[in-house]
């Protein structure tokens, strides 16, 4: 499984932004999709989820502000972030395990594919 994620950039605290994340493979309907992001200094940081079937997640810190979303004929997973933070600064990274199925979908070592990452810069 190949990730490519896009859409990073730099804008002001308010601002919206939304990332893509393209992924090759035949089977990407029946993988669950997670977003990742690492801010300098700091451990990653999971911040959003979405199963094969549908099921979302995210941390507390964007609930209401972030929204993830798949469009399985494209091969792609979203996140819309709005209300952008300096806080919300970081390499952002989409993820996958190339499965349905997650021991723990918060941790990174339950995904084995990774993005290159998109670097997002929100300045106050």
């Known amino acids: 499984v190949q990730l490519q994620a896009s859409g990073g950039g730099l804008v002001q605290a308010g601002d919206s932004l939304r990332l893509s994340c393209a992924a090759s493979?035949?089977?990407?309907?029946?993988?669950?999709m997670g977003w990742f992001r690492q801010a300098p200094g700091k451990e990653r940081e999971f911040v959003a989820h979405?199963?094969?079937?549908?099921?979302?997640y995210y941390t507390d810190s964007v609930k209401g502000r972030f929204t993830i979303s798949r469009d399985n004929a494209k091969n792609t997973v979203y996140l819309q972030m709005n209300s952008l933070k300096p806080e919300d600064t970081a390499v952002y990274s989409c993820?996958?395990?190339?499965?349905?199925?997650?021991?723990?979908?918060?941790?990174?070592?339950?995904?084995?594919?990774w993005g290159q990452g998109t670097q997002v810069t929100v300045s106050s």
């Open positions: 993820a996958t395990r190339g499965d349905r199925y997650y021991s723990n979908y918060r941790s990174p070592d339950d995904y084995s594919y």
């Open positions: 493979g035949r089977t990407f309907s029946s993988y669950s």
């Open positions: 979405v199963t094969w079937s549908g099921n979302i």
